[in-house]
């Protein structure tokens, strides 16, 4: 069992920035499993935007990429995720988990782009 607490959303202008932080409550798992963040849009699939992998390479995709930033620190298990000039399209509820979304997934973290 898994426990994912996901926060740090909020109401953002278009251009700004915000940083979201991800807590997995099971240090050996985070260990040894990448972590990705995803997003879901009213109306629209969850899909992926960024991955860390343990030895801490990473993957954007090209929505996001030049924009956002994912980092980890490993003494508290929590995987960031810093998000720059924001665009309306960025509205969605994030979401960390595994890739391939085995883990329960978190309650998310509201983030809302608008002017």
């Known amino acids: 069992q898994v426990r994912i607490v996901e926060s740090g959303g909020g109401l953002v202008q278009p251009g700004g920035s915000l940083r979201l932080s991800c807590v997995i409550d099971?240090?050996?798992?985070?260990?040894?499993?990448?972590i990705a963040w995803f997003r879901q849009a009213p109306g629209q699939q969850r899909e992926k935007v960024a991955e860390i992998h343990p030895d801490e390479r990473t993957y954007y995709d090209d929505s996001v990429k030049d924009r956002f930033t994912i980092s980890k620190t490993n003494a508290n298990n929590t995987v960031h995720l810093q998000m720059d000039d924001l665009k309306p399209d960025d509205t969605a509820v994030y979401y960390c988990n595994r890739p391939t979304a085995r883990w329960e997934w978190g309650q998310g973290t509201q983030v809302i782009v608008s002017s």
């Open positions: 099971r240090s050996d798992l985070f260990a040894i499993f990448t």
